[in-house]
C-alpha cells in the first residue's frame, strides 16, 4: 500500500483527460491482514446484525499520513479568486439556494471544494427540519471567518478516480475483497470526498441514511469511511443507532428537482433486497428516530468504517480545537436501478467499477496530458 501511495504521489503531475480512468496499474497489497481476504465470518455477523463495522489499522499510519498531506496540498493551492464561494449544506430551507447550484450538481466527476455553511439545516425523512447555528465560515460583508484551509467542509466528488493517492485505497483488491463479503455483485464506487470536520467550526450531522442521498432500487448502498485523524466525543466522532438498519425504511430520496434539489417521498423499495423489515419497518421516520439509542464510533486514525445505507447515523460538532479530518466513498450495486432522479448522476463512463481494473492510455490520445485535479475546481 505503501508502496503504491510513494508511486502515486510521483505522478501527481500526470495529466488526466475529462474521464480518463487509467493513471498507473501496480498489483495492491493488503492493507492489513485482517482484511486481505476480505471481511472475517465474525465481521461479517457484526455487520448485519448492527448496520456497522469498525476495522481498525485498515491503513497503516504512512498511508495516512501520505492522504494527510494530499489533503492539505489540495486545500492550500486551490485558487479561492475562482471559486463560486459555494457554501455546503445537506438540504433543508437554508441551503436550497446553494446546494442547488451547478457547482454542486456537476461536481460528481470532479473535484471541487465546498465552505462550512454557518447555519446547518437538513430535512429529515419526514419533512423535519433539523438546524443549528454555529460559527460560520463568513462574515456578514461574505469575506472568509478563517484561512481558506480551515474553512473548508468537503472536497468531492470523484477523488477515487483524479487523486492516485485516494484512488490507490478506493479501487483497490482488498475494498473489492470486502464487496464481495458483502454480497455485491457488481459493486461501483461513486461520491468520494474529504470531509474536514474543522476545529470551531465544523457543525453537527443530524441522524441519517445514506440510501437516501444514493438510492437505487432496492437499496444497495454502503459506505466506505476512512478516519485521516482521531475521531473521539469531542471533535465530532461518528454514532450508530445499532440495528436501525434492519427498523428503518428509506421513506425519502433527495433528487434533483428542475435546478436544485430537494427531498421526494420514495415510491420504490424501502429495504435492500431479500431483508425482511423489523418490528418497526412500518413506523414513521419520527417515530423511530427518536426511539433510537446511538453507540458512539471513536476510532484511531487508520480505521475503517462500514456503514450500511439504511442505519441510521449521525455526528456531533467540533467543540474542540482538533480536525477531525476524514476520507470517505459509497459504494451501490451496478445491478440495481440508479434513475435520473439522483442529484449525483453518473460521469460519462459510468460509476467506476470495484471488480475490474483496465490498463490503458493516461490521455485519450495514449500521452499524458494535463492535471484536471489542478486546474478543475
Not at 439556494?97 to 461536481?107: A, I, Q, R
Not at 483497490?172 to 470486502?178: E, F, K
Not at 418490528?279 to 471513536?298: A, F, L, R, S
Request: with cysteine; hydrophobic share 35%; net charge negative.
Amino acid at each position: 500500500m505503501d508502496d503504491a501511495i510513494a508511486i502515486a504521489t510521483l505522478v501527481q503531475s500526470i495529466i488526466l483527460q475529462p474521464h480518463s480512468t487509467t493513471i498507473w496499474l501496480l498489483p495492491k497489497p493488503a492493507m492489513t491482514a485482517k482484511i486481505a481476504q476480505g471481511l472475517t465470518p465474525k465481521q461479517l455477523a457484526f455487520f448485519n446484525d448492527n448496520g456497522y463495522l469498525l476495522i481498525p489499522d485498515a491503513l497503516s499510519q504512512d498511508t495516512v499520513k501520505q492522504l494527510l498531506e494530499d489533503t492539505n496540498q489540495m486545500l492550500n493551492e486551490f485558487p479561492l479568486d475562482e471559486h463560486p464561494m459555494t457554501k455546503f449544506s445537506t438540504g433543508g430551507d437554508d441551503g436550497a439556494d446553494h446546494v442547488g447550484d451547478s457547482y454542486f450538481l456537476e461536481s460528481g466527476d470532479k473535484v471541487r471544494f465546498f465552505f462550512e455553511e454557518g447555519r446547518l439545516s437538513m430535512e429529515n425523512l419526514i419533512e423535519r427540519l433539523y438546524a443549528e447555528t454555529r460559527p460560520d465560515a463568513f462574515d456578514q460583508s461574505g469575506s472568509l471567518t478563517k484561512p481558506k484551509h480551515r474553512a473548508i467542509n468537503k472536497i468531492g466528488h470523484y477523488l477515487h478516480e483524479l487523486s492516485p493517492s485516494f484512488r490507490s485505497i478506493s479501487l483497490s483488491a482488498q475494498n473489492a475483497a470486502i464487496a464481495s463479503s458483502l454480497g455485491f455483485r457488481d459493486p461501483r464506487v461513486l461520491q468520494s470526498m474529504v470531509i474536514c470536520k474543522q476545529p470551531e467550526i465544523g457543525g453537527a450531522v443530524p441522524p441519517h441514511q445514506d440510501s437516501t442521498f444514493l438510492y437505487t432500487d432496492p437499496p444497495s448502498a454502503v459506505g466506505w469511511w476512512y478516519a485521516l485523524e482521531d475521531a473521539t466525543k469531542d471533535n465530532g466522532c461518528l454514532s450508530f443507532a445499532a440495528g436501525s438498519h434492519k427498523r428503518t425504511a428509506i421513506e425519502k430520496r433527495f433528487v434533483r428537482t428542475g435546478s436544485g434539489t430537494g427531498f421526494i417521498d420514495n415510491e420504490g423499495a424501502k429495504f435492500p433486497k431479500g431483508m425482511t423489515p423489523g418490528t418497526n419497518g412500518e413506523k414513521d421516520y419520527e417515530m423511530v428516530e427518536k426511539e433510537e439509542k446511538y453507540d458512539m464510533g471513536e476510532v484511531k486514525a487508520g480505521t475503517l468504517v462500514l456503514i450500511h445505507g439504511n442505519i441510521l447515523h449521525k455526528s456531533e460538532k467540533n467543540t474542540s480545537e482538533k480536525s477531525r479530518n476524514i476520507y470517505t466513498f459509497h459504494v451501490i450495486e451496478g445491478e440495481e436501478r440508479y434513475d435520473e432522479r439522483n442529484w449525483l448522476q453518473p460521469p460519462e463512463k459510468g460509476f467506476s467499477k470495484l471488480y475490474q481494473e483496465k490498463a490503458g492510455p493516461t490521455g485519450a490520445n495514449g500521452t499524458a496530458s494535463t492535471n484536471r485535479l489542478a486546474k478543475d475546481w
